[in-house]
């Protein structure tokens, strides 16, 4: 049995997790506190994160390698189309919500306002919170602009990029992070992509300590 | 003619070089102090970071969606293997050093002794500098330990994994935070990449207020 080492507001474990359901690959989800670095899961990743893909007995780390790996091995449907520059959009949109989205947004509220509790590392600094908050306007206000060109983020077709967004967003809506009123077409965009059925189990997701709010799996948020 | 934005100590920005480099891909460097935020600069990335690459009237960003592009667009000659299990081992490691790597060692050791000077941001932080210095050691013995399984870090072949790595590398070996001692193998893998045509630009660099070291464009380091 396939077997995904993820944490439930893990964003990069939540786009795995949408490509693995996409495609129909079935996984057995095994929650990791990977903070708590525990020998037997570093010795899966050296790199200590989430999520570690345990697949046909290989073992494999690093969100974005896995989603090219799953491309490669599992083409259908496809999340990557096949011209080299729209498969460029989509690697740049991907590493925009993965690295510039997250540094900006996900780790300044998410990491505050639930990893600190989490992990116990202390109380939210409020200036990071409020940086965070004033960020997501900036870059919700960037995907309905891109969404105003397209029908989806990189082009008229669903792809990684949509998902690597979906996952972010979807962790900062469990914890009412997103304003869904700033942007008519950008709420569209996420009423879209969650009634997929491989957001079901995003939906579904339950963390102790943070009871799910009632628009989160609210298809009609 | 094709354009790269680029600094010349900028790890991501020496992947890129890197594989236009190997690739045989002629374009002109222009160098881009990034932290200034120009204002033509942001409209050709929004994301403010280097390297930016304008090649075929296309304005692209982030490089490893860049390197993915070149690939596939001069797929001669390969930087990334054919079979899915070794694509996934190079770019697991592509993230491993843009990543884990950058974190860890790069911003620590770079971050404080060159960026904070060109930049004007204040005196080194010497518990980052200690940190940095600490740290690489792992990385070494983990590349090490790589390549005594295999003749470059991914596998059999020369791939974008080494490109990373000696991107990072050859940016510290400028300002001297390289034991190369610390592991014959490694320094192996260092001089066989060093001594690529590929490689001679980077060579050549001149930073500004830090003069280059002897050993640095020595191919007999």
């Not at 949408?18 to 790199?47: C, G, M, Q, T």
Request: one cysteine or more.
């Amino acid at each position: 049995m396939n077997r995904l080492y993820h944490y439930p507001l893990s964003p990069f474990s939540r786009k795995v997790r949408l490509s693995l359901a996409e495609k129909r690959i079935e996984v057995e989800l095994v929650e990791e506190r990977y903070w708590e670095r525990d020998a037997d899961f570093l010795r899966r990743n050296p790199a200590g994160k989430v999520p570690v893909l345990k697949m046909n007995n290989r073992v494999m780390a690093d969100s974005t390698a896995i989603c090219e790996y799953l491309e490669e091995t599992h083409p259908t449907p496809a999340l990557l189309p096949k011209d080299a520059e729209t498969r460029y959009e989509v690697r740049r949109l991907v590493a925009w919500f993965d690295d510039k989205f997250n540094e900006e947004v996900t780790t300044k509220l998410m990491g505050e306002r639930v990893f600190r509790k989490v992990m116990g590392t202390g109380y939210p600094d409020s200036a990071n919170v409020k940086a965070g908050a004033k960020a997501i306007k900036y870059h919700l206000d960037y995907m309905a602009w891109l969404l105003d060109q397209r029908r989806w983020l990189a082009g008229n077709d669903m792809t990684l990029a949509d998902f690597a967004a979906a996952a972010h967003l979807s962790c900062l809506d469990y914890v009412s992070d997103v304003d869904w009123n700033r942007s008519e077409i950008v709420k569209d965009w996420y009423a879209k992509i969650k009634s997929r059925p491989a957001f079901r189990s995003i939906l579904a997701d339950q963390i102790s300590g943070f009871p799910q709010p009632g628009h989160y799996a609210d298809l009609d948020f």
